[in-house]
């Protein structure tokens, strides 16, 4: 069998698994060329990068590179395609590329999978972002502005400059005798440069396409906010967890006494104190950083705003009710993948935010099932507590008290409260699939007759079901 037949079996392996991924995001149609085509095949037909100064030989090799790279993404797995978000954002991109016909027919957009909050510019064309990013955003106008940056980094060739970049610092680094801080500041300072400049081009896409110059700023300020706080709506756990009684009251009674740390505002004081700073060695520091600071590329895109205030207004309409619709999806979405990389006290408190929202409450049930399940079954304190992200990496205040309820309460403390949330979600949804076995899992090893009860009304309702052969298993174990 030769390499030819091999790489369009592989392919054909992989359209079923992508295109098998039907929830929360559902995908259709066949795979894109980009996917299909090798390297070599998408290499030659690049945008030509038009550099006197450097070797054909140079060029076409950075080419090869870039493009392989992306290939590898974007059979990865990690990556949607023909799915609803990504026609969303492809229409933003043609309405930002209406005026850029030397480039449009090299640049297209993919959706991935990736819960960081980013959007990223392969360097042959296409523009990478990531679920994480949809699900923080405000609006479609602040995702346009995004799109403009990534735009002008391909525009302008910026990977082609860091490719050479790093070549240059290899050469350099093999001779170079001097402080290594300075060797570094003066061959990644094209990079800082390289930013404020897609923020200047993606501005004048972002205005020029019709959308209001103010929600550059919202973007800006959401991206320097991403680290510090992903969550701002709190919930209300008694709703999730509470039943009446003296040793429910006790519980919920030390989550009112929690004195939470607000990681925000510690984290802001932190950083005004490291700009305080004037020391030679804390401005070397700073310089090395490869992308300028959120505020200073906000006082930018600001005075672009003050020369012509009436950027601020829009000349085009969005379409609000799609933007929501887009980005419930994405929080689904981002959710689902949390569970996937084992952040279930991440998973959980987003599912609980998405039912709390009446946002596909049925499936977010089934994913806080999952991850409640795999909270109790890390066993004691110390394991659990190994399993959750803690607060202050995630900044916010509202995720605290949960985390102190998975990590403060006894086993049997904790499994009791998991009980009333399993409980309200099978009274819901008694058939769905994941919240029969998941409930029949937590409670296996304390209540086996419930679990044998779970286990026979999923086999009745889902005998074919995704947990069948699991299910049947534990059944036999049983000796049922």
């Known amino acids: 069998m030769n390499g030819r037949i091999l790489s369009l079996l592989f392919l054909l392996g992989f359209a079923y698994f992508v ?74 991109l ?100 390289s930013e404020l400049e897609a923020d200047k081009g993606g501005f004048q896409l972002f205005t020029e396409s019709g959308y209001p110059a103010k929600d550059a700023i919202g973007a800006l300020k959401m991206l320097e906010m991403a680290d510090y706080s992903p969550y701002t709506d709190s919930i209300i756990l008694k709703d999730f967890f509470y039943k009446p009684s003296p040793k429910f009251d006790s519980i919920f009674n030390r989550l009112d006494e929690l004195k939470p740390v607000n990681y925000v505002e510690l984290n802001k004081e932190k950083e005004v104190k490291k700009k305080s700073k004037t020391t030679s060695r804390f401005k070397k520091l700073e310089a090395l950083k490869t992308h300028p600071d959120a505020i200073e590329r906000i006082e930018k895109i600001q005075k672009q705003i003050d020369k012509k205030p009436e950027l601020s ?108 949330l399993f409980e309200k979600a099978l009274q819901l949804y008694p058939n769905n699939e994941d919240i029969l076995v998941f409930y029949g899992r937590h409670v296996s090893g304390s209540n086996t007759s419930k679990a044998i009860e779970l286990y026979k009304n999923y086999l009745e309702l889902h005998p074919l079901g995704k947990h069948a052969e699991f299910v049947k298993s534990q059944l036999n174990q049983s000796k049922v």
């Not at 523009?127 to 479609?140: A, D, M, T």
């Not at 980094?153 to 001779?175: A, C, I, W």
Request: hydrophobic residues 35%.
């Open 19 to 92: 295109n098998g991924q039907n929830f929360p995001i559902k995908t259709k149609g066949p795979l894109p060329d980009d996917v299909i085509a090798s390297p070599k095949e998408r290499a030659k037909t690049l945008k030509s990068i038009s550099d006197t100064k450097t070797k054909k030989s140079s060029i076409k090799d950075f080419q090869l590179e870039i493009v392989t790279g992306s290939t590898s993404l974007l059979r990865s797995g990690n990556i949607y395609f023909n799915d609803e978000i990504s026609e969303y954002i492809k229409s933003i």
């Open 94 to 193: 043609d309405r930002l590329m209406e005026n850029e016909s030397e480039i449009a027919e090299y640049t297209k957009v993919y959706l991935s999978k990736n819960r960081e909050v980013n959007a990223f510019s392969m360097g042959d064309g296409i523009l990478i972002i990531n679920v994480g990013l949809i699900s923080r955003l405000q609006n479609e106008a602040e995702l346009a502005f995004i799109l403009g940056h990534e735009i002008t980094h391909f525009k302008k060739n910026h990977s082609f400059d860091k490719y050479l970049g790093n070549k240059e610092m290899k050469k350099e680094m093999t001779r170079y005798s001097g402080n290594p801080d300075d060797l570094a500041m003066k061959l990644m300072r094209y990079s800082r440069e």
């Open 313 to 420: 207004e829009s000349s085009k309409g969005t379409n609000p009710e799609m933007f929501e619709r887009i980005k419930q999806l994405a929080i689904l979405e981002s959710m689902h993948s949390a569970v996937d990389n084992g952040l279930f006290s991440v998973s959980l408190y987003e599912a609980l935010q998405s039912i709390q929202k009446n946002l596909e409450v049925e499936y977010s049930y089934s994913i806080a099932c999952e991850s409640l399940f795999w909270i109790n079954y890390m066993g004691n304190k110390h394991e659990r507590e190994k399993t959750l992200t803690k607060p202050k990496n995630l900044g916010v205040v509202p995720y605290q008290y949960l985390s102190f309820l998975l990590t403060s309460s006894k086993e049997k403390d904790l499994r009791e409260v998991s009980d009333v």
